[in-house]
């Protein structure tokens, strides 16, 4: 199956600084979702995309759907300890159909 | 809050043994998902189920069948474990057809000596 280029695929920040990350497709998702793992925990929803162009806020966390509705964006600012884990982007086509993952970006912050 | 719970946190088995993953959730939810997780690789759907006994193969399911006889559990079985199926393993539930949001359990860590 199709999966979605996500990247970089590892970051090593420093505390404070702030993060950005994307996911580009060859083809088109009417949904775009950001989930975050914490280490030795299943990945938990944190921001939801509907419409392209969107751009949508969760605390530190800002995510858009892209124009185009190939791509989507997870910025963090001002970066904390608790932000390591592993971040993944997910597409959905369309109602019903499954969800495509991204490879996933590991963070990690030193404090 | 939505509980997903899976049998185990870590397995090792040998080559040829057939494996039981077990996952259960505790809110009545109708979708059911396995995913295999490997490093570069992100989530890549094993088999999911919208029913009881009901299930439909992912984009992975060769060498791997499921069983879901209770709407709360839904079991994957590697039917005789090989080395390349060392894998973190997650189970996930959803509400409904077309929900975004799939509630995850904390993962099986598979190795297969």
């Known amino acids: 199956g199709q999966q979605l280029n996500q990247s970089p695929q590892s970051m090593f920040i420093q505390e404070g600084e702030d993060v950005s990350m994307n996911c580009t497709s060859s083809?088109?998702?009417?949904?775009w979702l950001w989930y975050k793992q914490d280490p030795g925990e299943g990945p938990v929803l944190l921001i939801a995309?509907?419409?392209?162009?969107e751009l949508t806020s969760n605390g530190r966390l800002t995510a858009q759907f892209g124009i185009t509705r190939k791509d989507s964006f997870l910025n963090i600012s001002a970066s904390i300890p608790s932000d390591v884990g592993i971040y993944f982007c997910?597409?959905?086509?369309?109602?019903?159909?499954?969800?495509?993952f991204g490879g996933g970006t590991r963070l990690m912050v030193k404090p | 809050d939505v509980k997903v719970t899976q049998s185990s946190r870590y397995l090792v088995k040998r080559t040829g043994e057939k494996v039981f993953l077990e996952c259960v959730q505790d809110?009545?939810?109708?979708?059911m998902f396995w995913y295999r997780q490997d490093p570069g690789l992100g989530l890549r759907l094993i088999y999911f189920?919208?029913?009881?006994?009901?299930?439909e193969k992912g984009d992975i399911p060769e060498g791997y069948s499921v069983s879901r006889e209770k709407k709360e559990r839904f079991s994957l079985i590697l039917e005789s474990a090989s080395t390349n199926q060392t894998s973190m393993y997650l189970c996930?539930?959803?509400?409904?057809?077309?929900?975004?949001?799939?509630?995850f359990g904390p993962g099986t860590r598979l190795t297969v000596l």
């Open positions: 189920s919208y029913d009881v006994k009901m299930k």
């Open positions: 809110m009545d939810h109708e979708n």
């Open positions: 995309l509907y419409k392209a162009g």
């Open positions: 083809s088109i998702f009417n949904t």
């Open positions: 996930a539930s959803s509400p409904r057809e077309g929900s975004n949001e799939q509630f």
């Open positions: 997910a597409g959905r086509k369309n109602a019903g159909n499954m969800l495509t």
